[in-house]
């Protein structure tokens, strides 16, 4: 039963070379992409816009994440568990320059090509001062 639910996920997981591309609502509200590196590691990132201040700034950021397929198991479609680290810059009247370490899930219906998914960040800002805050966000995308 194991060895089959593990060559279920290895076959239905994304893989290397697989790109997303799709949208995030919440703070951050923009373009999501990402990009896989092989059945558990990847690359997202976000161009958008903040909606917390009436400023329209520019924000970007990009996280590398590790994917656990095992810890919750659906038979609609894989269910990955996902943390990372990364970093995001705003640019804005007062520049930011910060570090991410997002967790979130995702449910890719039916092995793909739709991807669900909710996250939460941990953002740690260092330039211009240093500042604490929380991103989260609602997406999904469309695997290429």
Same mark, same amino acid.
């Given at each position: ?13 994304p ?5 997303e ?14 990009y ?24 970007i950021?990009?996280?590398f ?14 269910l990955?568990?996902?943390?990372g /680290? ?8 007062d ?20 991807d669900?998914? /909710?996250e939460?960040?941990?953002?740690v800002? /260092?330039?211009p001062d ?15």
């Amino acid at each position: 039963m194991l060895s089959t639910m593990i060559s279920l996920i290895i076959l239905a997981s994304p893989g290397a070379g697989q790109f997303e591309l799709g949208a995030i609502l919440g703070e951050p509200t923009g373009i999501s992409g990402k990009y896989w590196f092989g059945p558990e590691t990847a690359f997202d990132g976000a161009v958008s816009w903040s909606l917390r201040d009436d400023d329209e700034d520019l924000y970007i950021h990009g996280d590398f994440l590790w994917h656990d397929f095992t810890l919750i198991s659906d038979e609609s479609g894989l269910l990955p568990v996902y943390f990372g /680290i990364g970093g995001r810059v705003v640019l804005a009247t007062d520049t930011k320059l910060g570090a991410r370490v997002p967790a979130g899930i995702s449910w890719i219906i039916g092995g793909g090509p739709i991807d669900v998914f /909710i996250e939460a960040a941990g953002v740690v800002d /260092i330039v211009p001062d240093t500042d604490f805050e929380l991103n989260g966000g609602l997406g999904v995308r469309f695997m290429f």
